[in-house]
């Protein structure tokens, strides 16, 4: 037996183990997209694949991209990537099998088949340790089932093949017996998605172990035309548990029980806590995700934090449209605004001091304001890393055609660049990557056309064509009265307040044609009168016979910001779509009392195409 062949018979190297995992991790991520379709439970968000092939991506590219001389140094890299990458249930539990292999091969050169099936042993009795509350009919059922096979017939069969095959069957019919275990699979008609999982797992290890030659790369593919089992399972996402929310705890010693504890303290379910002493993974549902990061950074270092709406997953996932809609929270949407179209939102990352949060998902606008308002730390914004791009665009992809994202200016942000290598990684023409040009309101005035457009029935290239030629209607213009955020942030000189103080100014940024935000003009008379006067200031420059889509956003001034809507909008024709808090990614920089206007020049064809819609 060389090197890199299969293994037939006493004796696993690392060379070969390596080889195998590849084959098994490459075949669940080619089959994301079914898993993603199937996925049910614990909540029908339609994920657990592309979580999956997140978490295994990650092992590919950092536990398994260079050979090792041990068994045993090979899975603790394997784990520890496992751990780092694991997104969603399924790959948290899976991280913990890992972590549970790698504890029992841990010093071991080359491994006898008795010995992996110990391991195996070892990993299932890990795996379900990580959970609050297992579950029948899960992954957890089908990863004992292999396990228990294995130990049963390894004293017996030394040749790894057929014990690895014997395990292997077993394993499959666990799979089988989910939908009787787990009454809403019986009801979709569907096995556990992440016991599907695992088993396409097994099978691309499977593949390698016989026949020596690894599953097929990864490449862009389609899948079977099936509705997404949990299109009308909407009743089974608990409101009060909407967010699967996720981080990472580095520190010393980590006491896994209190972590749980605290988890719990918070009203969490479906809980995983997957890791060792100096690492953890932690996956839950939560009311609000902000009360569990505040918990878990009582622990230790808290990083690569991340939370879902999964009702706003199922219902994305149940929209019987060709192309989806994304965008990311650089974009000020109204909230009912983005649950009706079915916007995904990719939030950008927000910092005060050594807290790092999720924009308006781990930190609200109303959050973000206080803080601000509070002194101390002064925030800074920064990209979404490509990651959680290409994982929501893996997600889309599974339950649509076609993909659109509508991303913050790229004058302003390096945030369309992450999600432009984002989709450089999948099928580039089913993703396209629309520069808006524009930020907070702005920006979301091409989402919410772009939306529109695709709940019409418009392909991408159309909805691309449409905001591109849009984007020169729409114009973004911004007050700051305090401009002391400004001037800590590095955007005007120090010098300039007291002067801008002094004269009763109150400056006037528009975003120009370049995408950039520039000083367009000044207000005279204070701040107390300000949004009257900004109203007046815009309505010159508004045709008054024209129609017009108009939004406005504030910065902790929300009467503020309904006397310019008042003062803006009466005795025009004005789609009107109200008020919203502005969030970062304009606030750290203009600061309390900032208002911000953006309205779009509606032409006569497509503003009797909006009324109709």
């Given at each position: 037996?060389?090197?890199n062949?299969?293994?037939?018979?006493?004796?696993?190297?690392?060379?070969?183990?390596?080889?195998?995992?590849?084959?098994?991790?490459?075949?669940?991520?080619?089959?994301?997209?079914w898993l993603?379709r199937?996925?049910?439970?614990?909540?029908?968000?339609?994920?657990?694949?592309?979580?999956?092939?997140?978490?295994?991506?990650?092992?590919?590219?950092a536990?398994?991209?260079?050979?090792?001389?041990?068994?045993?140094?090979?899975?603790?890299?394997?784990?520890?990537?496992?751990?780092?990458?694991?997104?969603?249930?399924?790959?948290?539990?899976?991280?913990?099998?890992?972590?549970?292999?790698?504890?029992?091969?841990?010093?071991?050169?080359?491994?006898?088949?008795?010995?992996?099936?110990?391991?195996?042993?070892?990993?299932?009795?890990?795996?379900?340790g990580?959970?609050?509350?297992?579950?029948?009919?899960?992954?957890?059922?089908v990863?004992?089932?292999?396990?228990?096979?294995?130990?049963?017939?390894?004293?017996?069969?030394e040749?790894?093949r057929?014990?690895?095959a014997?395990?292997?069957?077993?394993?499959?019919?666990?799979?089988?017996?989910t939908?009787?275990?787990?009454?809403?699979?019986?009801?979709?008609?569907?096995?556990d998605a992440?016991?599907?999982?695992?088993?396409?797992?097994?099978e691309?290890?499977?593949?390698?172990?016989d026949?020596?030659r690894?599953?097929?790369?990864i490449?862009?593919?389609?899948?079977?035309?099936?509705?997404?089992?949990?299109e009308?399972?909407?009743?089974?996402?608990d409101?009060?548990?909407?967010?699967?929310?996720?981080?990472?705890?580095?520190?010393?010693?980590?006491?896994?029980?209190?972590i749980?504890?605290?988890?719990?303290?918070?009203?969490?379910?479906?809980?995983?806590v997957?890791?060792?002493?100096?690492?953890?993974r932690?996956?839950?549902?939560?009311?609000?995700?902000?009360?569990?990061?505040?918990?878990?950074?009582e622990?230790?270092?808290?990083?690569?934090i991340?939370?879902d709406?999964?009702l706003?997953?199922?219902?994305?996932?149940s929209?019987?449209?060709?192309?989806?809609?994304?965008?990311?929270s650089?974009?000020?949407?109204?909230?009912?605004?983005?649950?009706?179209?079915?916007?995904?939102?990719?939030?950008?990352?927000?910092?005060?001091?050594?807290?790092?949060?999720?924009?308006?998902?781990?930190l609200?606008?109303?959050e973000?304001?206080?803080?601000?308002?509070?002194?101390?730390?002064?925030?800074?914004?920064?990209?979404?890393?490509?990651?959680?791009?290409?994982?929501?665009f893996?997600?889309?992809?599974?339950h649509?055609?076609?993909?659109?994202?509508?991303?913050l200016s790229?004058?302003?942000?390096?945030?369309?660049?992450?999600?432009?290598?984002?989709?450089?990684?999948?099928?580039?023409?089913?993703?396209?990557?629309?520069?808006?040009?524009?930020?907070?309101?702005?920006?979301?005035?091409?989402?919410?056309?772009?939306?529109?457009?695709?709940?019409?029935?418009?392909?991408?290239?159309?909805?691309?064509?449409?905001?591109?030629?849009?984007?020169a209607?729409?114009?973004?213009?911004a007050i700051t009265?305090?401009?002391?955020?400004?001037?800590?942030?590095?955007?005007?000189?120090?010098?300039?307040?007291?002067?801008?103080?002094?004269?009763?100014?109150?400056?006037?940024?528009k975003?120009?044609?370049?995408?950039?935000?520039?000083v367009?003009?000044?207000?005279?008379?204070?701040a107390?009168?300000?949004?009257?006067?900004?109203?007046?200031?815009?309505?010159?420059?508004?045709?008054?016979?024209?129609?017009?889509?108009?939004?406005?956003?504030?910065?902790?001034?929300?009467?503020?910001?309904e006397?310019?809507?008042?003062?803006?909008?009466?005795?025009?024709?004005?789609?009107?779509?109200?008020?919203?808090?502005?969030?970062p990614?304009?606030?750290?920089?203009?600061?309390?009392?900032?208002l911000?206007?953006?309205?779009?020049?509606i032409?006569?064809?497509?503003?009797?195409?909006?009324?109709?819609?």
């Amino acid at each position: 037996m060389t090197r890199n062949s299969a293994p037939s018979s006493h004796l696993v190297t690392a060379a070969q183990m390596r080889r195998a995992l590849i084959s098994g991790m490459r075949r669940v991520v080619n089959r994301r997209e079914w898993l993603d379709r199937i996925n049910v439970f614990p909540v029908p968000d339609g994920d657990t694949g592309s979580n999956l092939a997140f978490t295994l991506n990650t092992v590919i590219s950092a536990g398994l991209c260079r050979r090792c001389h041990s068994v045993g140094a090979l899975m603790r890299s394997v784990a520890d990537a496992a751990v780092d990458g694991a997104r969603g249930n399924s790959g948290a539990i899976l991280a913990q099998f890992f972590s549970g292999v790698s504890q029992a091969l841990a010093g071991v050169d080359s491994a006898t088949p008795p010995l992996l099936a110990n391991a195996a042993k070892v990993g299932a009795t890990a795996a379900c340790g990580a959970l609050s509350e297992p579950r029948e009919g899960t992954i957890i059922s089908v990863i004992r089932a292999f396990a228990d096979a294995w130990v049963a017939c390894a004293a017996s069969v030394e040749n790894v093949r057929v014990g690895f095959a014997e395990a292997l069957s077993h394993a499959r019919l666990a799979l089988a017996r989910t939908p009787d275990q787990l009454p809403i699979l019986k009801q979709a008609g569907v096995v556990d998605a992440g016991a599907q999982g695992f088993i396409d797992l097994l099978e691309g290890i499977a593949e390698y172990v016989d026949s020596g030659r690894l599953s097929a790369p990864i490449t862009p593919h389609s899948v079977p035309e099936i509705p997404f089992a949990g299109e009308y399972l909407h009743d089974d996402v608990d409101e009060l548990h909407r967010w699967c929310s996720e981080c990472l705890i580095s520190g010393e010693g980590l006491p896994l029980q209190q972590i749980r504890e605290a988890l719990m303290s918070v009203g969490a379910v479906s809980v995983v806590v997957a890791g060792g002493q100096e690492k953890v993974r932690v996956h839950a549902h939560v009311a609000e995700p902000a009360r569990m990061f505040e918990r878990m950074r009582e622990f230790g270092r808290v990083s690569a934090i991340k939370a879902d709406d999964m009702l706003a997953q199922q219902t994305e996932a149940s929209r019987q449209q060709a192309v989806a809609v994304v965008t990311d929270s650089g974009a000020d949407l109204p909230c009912a605004l983005q649950q009706d179209l079915a916007i995904h939102v990719v939030p950008v990352r927000v910092s005060f001091g050594d807290e790092d949060f999720l924009d308006k998902v781990s930190l609200s606008a109303a959050e973000f304001h206080r803080r601000l308002r509070a002194g101390g730390a002064f925030p800074k914004t920064s990209q979404p890393p490509a990651g959680d791009f290409r994982r929501q665009f893996e997600i889309s992809l599974s339950h649509h055609d076609e993909l659109v994202y509508v991303g913050l200016s790229r004058a302003l942000s390096g945030t369309l660049q992450a999600a432009e290598s984002a989709a450089g990684r999948l099928d580039q023409e089913r993703v396209r990557v629309i520069d808006s040009g524009h930020a907070s309101c702005g920006q979301a005035l091409l989402v919410v056309l772009a939306a529109e457009l695709a709940r019409r029935g418009a392909d991408s290239k159309a909805i691309r064509d449409a905001v591109e030629a849009a984007r020169a209607q729409v114009q973004t213009w911004a007050i700051t009265r305090d401009v002391s955020f400004a001037v800590r942030g590095g955007r005007i000189p120090a010098w300039a307040k007291p002067l801008i103080a002094g004269l009763g100014l109150v400056p006037v940024a528009k975003i120009k044609p370049s995408g950039r935000l520039g000083v367009a003009g000044a207000l005279w008379g204070g701040a107390r009168s300000a949004p009257a006067r900004f109203a007046r200031y815009l309505r010159r420059r508004m045709n008054p016979v024209q129609r017009w889509r108009v939004l406005i956003g504030h910065v902790g001034c929300a009467d503020d910001a309904e006397v310019l809507r008042r003062g803006l909008i009466t005795g025009l024709d004005v789609d009107d779509l109200g008020i919203v808090e502005v969030g970062p990614a304009v606030g750290a920089h203009a600061g309390t009392g900032a208002l911000v206007v953006a309205w779009q020049h509606i032409p006569a064809a497509t503003a009797a195409d909006t009324q109709n819609a």
